[in-house]
């Protein structure tokens, strides 16, 4: 089936600093990718929508400045949280689909600590 | 705008009983209907869709589904657990003319031994 990756799977940054996470679909080309936070013990909550080429749409909600999402490629997605408080401690998940119909494939989340 | 309902938190079933976990929908036109599992500190593995055709809907790891649109309902079953299947289940749904899934909050599966 197919593949989506995340790195990095786990990261500790202080409060006030930037983090990257990326998300790869190795085995297929991924025209929409999905970004998703996840508390614990709780369901995942949408954050943002992105297509390849294209700015991502965000949920209602959800800082775009904070939370800055670039789809350069088909096949790898980003996420970047800036000014990281500890409140933005959480598992982040990402998804990819190849086309409309298709189900969305999972990453294997990034747990994000700050300090 | 669609929604899904998880009406139970946990859902408790002894090993080689046969388990149901329960998932309503709400949604404005034809949905697409998805079933995933997690085990702790993963993400998500999809484990079936529904999105037309037979109501019954089989996927992996021997677990199905069946699609009922008068009571929209998606129900997982499973006809004999096992341990291994204890893990938090996610009923997921989409408007087929929208682009996002929505998740419903989860049921955590225990298999007794």
């Known amino acids: 089936g197919a593949v989506v990756s995340q790195h990095p799977s786990w990261v500790i940054c202080k409060s006030g600093t930037s983090v990257k996470i990326e998300c790869r679909s190795l085995?297929?080309?991924?025209?929409?990718m999905f970004w998703y936070r996840q508390f614990p013990k709780q369901s995942l909550m949408l954050m943002a929508t992105s297509n390849e080429g294209s700015k991502a749409t965000y949920e209602q909600g959800v800082e775009k400045d904070k939370f800055l999402i670039n789809h350069a490629s088909l096949t790898l997605s980003t996420l970047t949280v800036t000014s990281a408080h500890p409140e933005d401690s959480s598992f982040y998940i990402c998804s990819a689909r190849a086309n409309g119909q298709g189900e969305q494939y999972f990453g294997p989340g990034t747990r994000l600590t700050v300090t | 705008a669609q929604s899904v309902a998880q009406p139970e938190d946990q859902v408790n079933v002894a090993e080689g009983n046969p388990l149901t976990v329960k998932c309503t929908y709400s949604?404005?036109?034809?949905?697409?209907l998805f079933w995933y599992v997690q085990y702790p500190n993963r993400g998500l593995q999809f484990l079936l869709k529904?999105?037309?055709?037979?109501?019954l809907v089989k996927g992996s790891y021997g677990f199905e589904a069946e699609f009922n649109k008068s009571q929209t309902s998606f129900h997982l079953k499973k006809p004999s657990a096992l341990v291994s299947d204890s893990a938090l289940y996610f009923c997921a749904v989409r408007d087929f003319r929208d682009d996002k899934i929505i998740f419903g909050k989860g049921t955590r599966l225990h298999i007794l031994p």
């Open positions: 529904y999105i037309t055709g037979d109501n």
């Open positions: 949604v404005s036109g034809n949905p697409y």
């Open positions: 085995d297929f080309q991924a025209t929409t």
